[in-house]
């Protein structure tokens, strides 16, 4: 058994009337009552640790001000990045698993085609970005693909570097395009009534369209 101490999950289990440890371990723990007894009892006594520890200087809420950490197992995580968005602000995972991430929640905003990466040293301001896609060579030389995810991995690089009106221009020029439902093919099966066009027509119009809000 792996230890793996949800301490704010615990404490917001107790907080809503749950004070029995076993009670809360089995609700912070999928698959506990398929688990050995002595595996259990780890468990339930990994809960009552943490409520000893923090309670008294985190319980009654005061663990929303924090820093939550959330332990969760990949298939449940995969599922609640699309059902909940919004309960997620940094993931820290695996490369293997980060990646099967990414494209589930590049698939809530049309696709890996228009989704932007960036490698990010905050400490030194070193950065590297680029697109989340691979090379699809099967679409070399077609002019077909969507370079929304190169363009805005191009905006981010220039927020990065402090030219924000540089960075906007792109951004309402995209807005502008996919709203006049002028796009690639993978945005066009899912948009009715929209304008196939090719790569570099997207390109054009973007240039087109660059014209700051406001």
């Known amino acids: 058994y792996q230890r793996r101490v949800h301490g704010s999950w615990i404490l917001a289990n107790y907080d809503a009337g749950i004070k029995d440890s076993a009670q809360n371990a089995m609700m912070i723990e999928p698959g506990m009552d398929m688990m050995p007894d002595d595996q259990q ?12 520890t923090l309670w008294k200087d985190f319980g009654d809420g005061v663990w929303m001000t924090k820093l939550m950490i959330k ?33 589930a929640l590049a698939a809530q905003v049309g696709g890996i085609g228009i989704a932007p990466g960036g490698n990010i040293n905050y400490q030194t301001g070193h950065a590297v970005f680029e697109a989340t896609h691979g090379t699809a060579p099967k ?11 190169m363009i805005l991995s191009g905006e981010m690089m220039l927020r990065h570097m402090g030219w924000k009106t540089a960075a906007d221009l792109i951004i309402s020029a995209m807005d502008r395009v996919i709203a006049k439902k002028q796009v690639t093919y ?29």
């Open 139 to 149: 679409y070399a030389n077609k002019d077909v693909v969507n370079p929304g995810s």
């Open 71 to 103: 332990d969760t197992i990949a298939d449940i995580t995969l599922q609640q990045v699309l059902t909940r968005p919004t309960e997620f602000d940094v993931i820290a995972t695996t490369n293997e698993k980060g990646d099967l991430l990414s494209d």
């Open 41 to 52: 009892a780890v468990i339930i006594n990994e809960v009552q640790h943490v409520i000893d």
């Open 186 to 214: 993978d945005f066009h099966r899912l948009m009715p009534e929209a304008t196939k066009v090719k790569c570099s027509e997207f390109g054009d119009l973007l240039v087109e369209n660059m014209e700051l809000d406001g």
